[in-house]
């Protein structure tokens, strides 16, 4: 059964840091692409950033790049997304989500939620100013 544990979310002030982690467990790890996804209230569900852990390529969208940065521990089939400089934009629920590569690459995953077949909980990161 694949599961994901999703952690680390807490209230941070505007410029401060959070770590969250993505515990999987539940399939070959190498042969998948991580994701983690965030979704503010009244809003749709969004990639923030994604990695292919086999080769460790990543991805990002835009508004985090140079701030937030995405990792994997294969020993302990563990992903992790360090956060920096938050802004209160980033407020939102993070999910962390698992989906097998194949022939296609996490890049493409990360572009829409719809891909990914497996989620874990939300763990939510509120940004005061």
């Known amino acids: 059964e694949v599961q994901l544990q999703a952690s680390g979310g807490g209230l941070v002030q505007a410029g401060g840091s959070l770590r969250l982690s993505c515990a999987t467990s539940?399939?070959?790890?190498?042969?998948?692409?991580i994701g983690w996804f965030r979704q503010a209230p009244g809003k749709g569900r969004e990639g923030v950033s994604c990695i292919s852990t086999g080769d460790g390529s990543t991805t990002y969208t835009d508004s985090v790049k140079g701030r937030f940065t995405i990792s994997s521990d294969n020993a302990k089939n563990t992903v992790y997304l360090q956060m920096d400089n938050l802004k209160p934009a980033d407020t939102a629920a993070y999910y962390c989500?698992?989906?097998?590569?194949?022939?296609?690459?996490?890049?493409?995953?990360?572009?829409?939620?719809?891909?990914?077949?497996?989620w874990g909980q939300g763990t939510l990161v509120t940004v005061s100013s």
């Open positions: 989500a698992a989906e097998p590569l194949g022939a296609t690459t996490s890049a493409r995953l990360c572009t829409s939620h719809i891909w990914w077949q497996y």
């Open positions: 539940g399939f070959t790890f190498d042969d998948y692409a």
